[in-house]
């Protein structure tokens, strides 16, 4: 596999696994009581950028490894998930 193929790939899971990440331990202002005027009660209260690329790097670089041993080197693909409905082509 090109080495381009595997950095893209490993792109596209840190870039979902941010949004899995991006709610974990946040609070917010209304939770806070200090809710800044001009913004949304919803907002961070403390937007710790460094901890949540940190985590998402650590936890992508967990599942791309997994990714890639499981399809490059044992050979497991989309056509090795079992398929339960019937197909309709």
């Given at each position: 596999m090109p080495i381009f193929s595997v950095f893209a790939i490993?792109?596209?899971?840190?870039?979902?696994?941010?949004?899995?990440?991006?709610?974990?331990?946040?609070r917010t202002q209304a939770e806070e009581s200090d809710v800044v005027p001009?913004?949304?009660?919803?907002?961070?209260a403390?937007?710790?950028?460094?901890?949540?690329?940190?985590?998402?790097?650590?936890l992508a670089a967990v599942i791309h490894v997994v990714w890639y041993i499981l399809s490059v080197r044992y050979g497991y693909g989309i056509d090795a998930i079992p398929q339960f409905a019937p197909k309709f082509y």
């Open positions: 490993y792109f596209i899971i840190w870039w979902m696994t941010l949004f899995i990440v991006l709610p974990i331990g946040l001009g913004s949304v009660e919803s907002a961070p403390r937007f710790r950028a460094l901890r949540i690329f940190g985590l998402t790097t650590i």
